[in-house]
């Protein structure tokens, strides 16, 4: 089996630290392993496969040598790098928003649109957690009867914001609880106890960014621009996995119990249906778990035809750092 050079850029971030570790749990075939961050992060230490690496600069040479770059940085990161690395002949695998989009740029869900993978052109894109564990969702239902129109309503979790979100439900949680004051420096409100119906800036529609991803992205990996996805997109004080209720209108009449065995069968999604004994997706159920988990599955009362499921997936591995290395694993075959 071949071996690669490969680069985590962000290395020392939420989603950095995620993919370093899939990494290796996945014995993905690495030859040399190069961590990437910032100045202020440089110096910092990891240990992989019982190796001890130094996490370097990020500078605009960083990339020779390097085949697989895996990017989470953030935009300003991947704007300006992303192209050296290409130059550099390195295959960039991003996880940010900036190339998602991009029309020269595959947006791939391994699981739903491996053949998109084939068009990169030195840079291949990861989709919007929330968008991931939803399309991965819709996908054998979409293969089956057709999807017309989606509605969905998400339950964020804080870590989606990064390692300062957490600390600062942490730290906010702590405070309410002992009475002391509430210092609020990373969302615009108290997230402790709190709920915000705010992810990303607001356009003059009314809707946020997260939500016309959620809209944009499903049409693009699913290669249907007549799809159509009203999204409202949630911040809830929990430190890990995103919950999503989702209201689908199918072209073809399907069954519930069909849905679920082809939900069950399709790979990545794990169902758990059994309200009647309490037997539901939960966010501390899918924390540290690969799977999308999906339950509650049930005829629309609104929709007919259509299905309503209620879905849950950790946003920092199948939403992004796990979706990131399934990617550089189906572009290695």
């Known amino acids: ?16 630290e995620e993919m370093v570790r899939i990494l290796e749990e996945r014995s993905f075939p690495i030859n040399h392993l190069s961590l990437l961050a910032s100045h202020r992060s440089a110096g910092r230490e990891y ?25 989470s940085g953030g935009d300003e990161v991947s704007k300006h790098y992303a192209p050296l690395a290409v130059q550099a002949g390195t295959v960039v695998i991003d996880n940010g928003k900036y190339y998602r989009m991009d029309p020269d740029v595959p947006l791939i869900i391994p699981e739903v649109n491996p053949e998109d993978i084939k068009k ?27 999807i017309k129109n989606v ?25 309410f609880l002992e009475g002391d004051n509430i ?10 106890f709190n709920i915000l119906p705010q992810i990303g800036s607001f356009d003059e529609t009314g809707y946020s960014s997260e939500e016309i991803k959620m809209l944009d992205e499903t049409r ?13 997109t949630v911040r809830v004080p929990v430190f890990r996995a995103h919950a999503e209720d989702i209201h689908i209108e199918t072209k073809k009449e399907i069954t519930p119990a069909l ?3 082809l939900l069950d069968k399709f790979p990545g999604i794990k169902v758990i249906d059994q309200p009647d004994v309490g037997k539901y997706p939960l966010s ?15 005829r629309d009362l609104v929709f007919n035809p259509g299905l309503a499921m209620w879905v849950v997936s950790d946003n920092l591995l199948k939403g992004a750092a796990l979706n990131t290395i399934q990617i550089a694993e189906l572009l290695i075959k």
């Open 151 to 175: 509605i969905c309503a998400t339950y964020q979790s804080v870590s989606g914001t990064g390692k300062e979100a957490i600390e600062e439900l942490r730290e906010q949680t702590r405070a």
């Open 47 to 71: 240990y992989f496969k019982n190796e001890k690496i130094e996490v370097l600069e990020l500078k605009d040479d960083s990339f020779q040598g390097i085949d697989i770059a895996l990017f």
């Open 183 to 192: 210092d609020i420096k990373v969302y615009p409100h108290q997230i402790a």
């Open 220 to 232: 693009k990996i699913l290669n249907d621009n007549n799809i159509n996805v009203s999204a409202t």
């Open 120 to 146: 990169h052109k030195g840079i291949i894109a990861n989709p919007n957690c929330s968008t991931t564990q939803m399309v991965v969702a819709l996908k054998p239902i979409y293969d089956a009867v057709g």
């Open 1 to 16: 089996m071949k071996h690669y050079n490969v680069a985590v850029v962000g290395a020392t971030g939420a989603v950095g």
């Open 284 to 298: 501390l159920m899918a924390e540290g778990k690969d799977e999308v988990f999906v339950g509650r599955v049930r």
């Open 259 to 261: 849905a679920r065995e």
